[in-house]
């Protein structure tokens, strides 16, 4: 594919002497500018003995360590010195076995993950973005035995921030009004996804050429609007490509934009369908989008998994704690399902798993027997791959899914000559668990983060924990789950942002540069007016 870049093995070796190099360490950028995946290596003559966690709390090194984008970057020496990065790009990686090495990582393997759909079956792939180190200033470490400084990656003074993204795959003209009286009487905003067109098997689909005076007052009421596509339902790619090439932006500043499902001219999709990525991104500038969903959940939010700056939560063994409450079958559906989504998420066993399953269906519901051969080809592969976790279960089981290790949030991603920015979310089906009291006072006493990925209109049936139930009236347990939230919310404990708004912060946050004066005083050395504070 024309974007996938290589995951190189490139590092860049240091060796620091703490007693002798003064208040700061640079690095040449000019080293590494035009690399698009390399590491730092930074060797100290005195170990490692605390960390800066996501949560803003110092940890030991007692297990491996990780701060992303969004994270602290600091770390204390047994010496008594503070180290701290001068910008908040990158990622500080720590193994508990070396601890005297710091790797700063700039796009390793699954940091900045995007989908891309290949060949007739679209087998989902994961690639990386493509993205080069863009600094004005050098990179740099800061030495200091005063206090480091912090940033919150809150508008809130280190808050939590809880960001929903709506797909609108179930949306009518009727539960639109019930969604937006019930986030209303909340007073909670959220990105609402919509259908530009109306073209769907289900005729009360609602789109905003049908429905624009309703999209209009969740506009009117705070939210914000983006693109989940054009339609409901795929028509033919002439008429789909026509459609996309031509349509004209029914609202100004509607930036952002979600993929549905296979629409072919779909971000996830269009490399497949061999558009030339130079019309692909004039079309997305054109129409005024700058923002892209990477199409690849970090995991499924649950009782126990929700806040996406901490890689330790996102691994079987919380999975499994979280569905003890159903039969055991059922549970070691839900088990292998999340295993080969979030677990293995490998391309290959992922399209095996979809085949399995479809011709058992096959077999048992059509009497197709023949497709027997089809079954095992596509089950052998993925029934050993579960044997090895099985067998394996103690180990495998705190392994933190790939896509969600390095905690991407923001990144950005070049399709020809421009950039443009990109986001993971997390899927939330379920607000019985994934919103509960415990989960929302974590969430809250870490600082956490979360932009979720739900469907507040859903009514099939295997979903459990809806909003709305089959007679509109709504979930009494998630509404009092809400409720809850926008009481955190009304007392400054979690932010509440649209996504337009948590990625103008991320900006700004990402721009703040440290430095340090003659005394070691670490001092921000440009005005983003981001809440930071001193360390004690």
Not at 96 to 122: G, H, I, Q, S
Not at 335 to 358: A, G, M, P
Request: with cysteine; hydrophobic share 40%.
């Amino acid at each position: 594919m024309s974007n996938e870049i290589v995951i190189t093995k490139l590092k860049f070796d240091f060796s620091i002497d703490c007693e002798s190099i003064g208040t700061i360490f640079r690095f040449e950028n000019s080293n590494f500018q035009n690399e698009q995946s390399f590491d730092i290596k930074i060797q100290f003559s005195q170990p490692i003995v605390s960390f800066r966690n996501h949560n803003y709390q110092w940890v030991d090194l007692s297990q491996d360590r990780i701060a992303n984008d969004f994270s602290p970057k600091i770390i204390k020496l047994q010496n008594g010195s503070f180290v701290q990065a001068n910008v908040n790009f990158g990622i500080w990686e720590i193994n508990k076995k070396k601890t005297n090495v710091l790797l700063w990582r700039f796009n390793p393997e699954y940091a900045a993950p995007l989908t891309r759909y290949c060949n007739e079956l679209n087998t989902k792939k994961i690639v990386s973005a493509n993205s080069k180190l863009d600094l004005n200033e050098n990179l740099a470490l800061l030495f200091t035995k005063n206090n480091p400084i912090e940033l919150s990656r809150s508008k809130i003074p280190f808050s939590a921030i809880a960001c929903f993204t709506d797909h609108c795959d179930f949306d009518t003209l009727e539960n639109l009004k019930i969604q937006r009286k019930f986030l209303k009487e909340n007073n909670l905003k959220i990105t609402k996804g919509f259908f530009l067109n109306h073209f769907s098997k289900r005729d009360d689909n609602a789109s905003f050429q049908n429905d624009k005076e309703e999209l209009l007052k969740w506009k009117n009421d705070n939210h914000e609007l983006c693109y989940h596509s054009l339609t409901q339902s795929i028509r033919s790619d002439e008429e789909a490509f026509n459609e996309f090439y031509n349509f004209i932006p029914p609202l100004e500043n509607v930036n952002i934009w979600i993929d549905h499902g296979f629409q072919p001219y779909n971000f996830s999709m269009f490399e497949k369908n061999a558009i030339a990525k130079e019309r692909y991104e004039a079309t997305l500038l054109d129409k005024n989008i700058s923002v892209l969903c990477n199409y690849i959940d970090a995991a499924t939010a649950t009782k126990g998994i929700l806040n996406q700056l901490n890689p330790n939560d996102f691994n079987l063994e919380k999975y499994y704690k979280s569905i003890t409450d159903v039969s055991f079958l059922k549970r070691m559906v839900m088990l292998i399902k999340n295993i080969i989504f979030h677990y293995d998420n490998d391309e290959f066993r992922v399209r095996n798993y979809i085949e399995t399953i479809t011709h058992t269906k096959r077999i048992f519901k059509k009497g197709k027997v023949l497709e027997i051969f089809s079954l095992f080809k596509n089950a052998i592969p993925v029934a050993v791959m579960l044997l090895k976790v099985f067998f394996n279960w103690n180990k495998t089981k705190k392994k933190t899914y790939k896509v969600a290790k390095y905690s991407p949030l923001f990144f950005k991603h070049k399709i020809d000559k421009n950039e443009f920015y990109i986001f993971q979310a997390i899927e939330m089906v379920d607000f019985d668990k994934a919103l509960c009291k415990e989960n929302v006072d974590e969430l809250v006493h870490d600082s956490g983060l979360f932009i979720a990925h739900t469907y507040f209109s859903v009514n099939m049936n295997h979903y459990h924990g809806k909003l709305i139930n089959s007679d509109n009236s709504l979930n009494k347990n998630v509404v009092r789950n809400f409720n809850y939230l926008a009481q955190k919310v009304a007392e400054n404990a979690i932010w509440n942002p649209i996504l337009s708004e948590l990625l103008d912060f991320y900006k700004n946050f990402q721009e703040t540069v440290f430095d340090i004066d003659e005394k070691g005083v670490i001092f921000i050395k440009n005005n983003t007016n981001i809440p930071s504070r001193s360390i004690i």
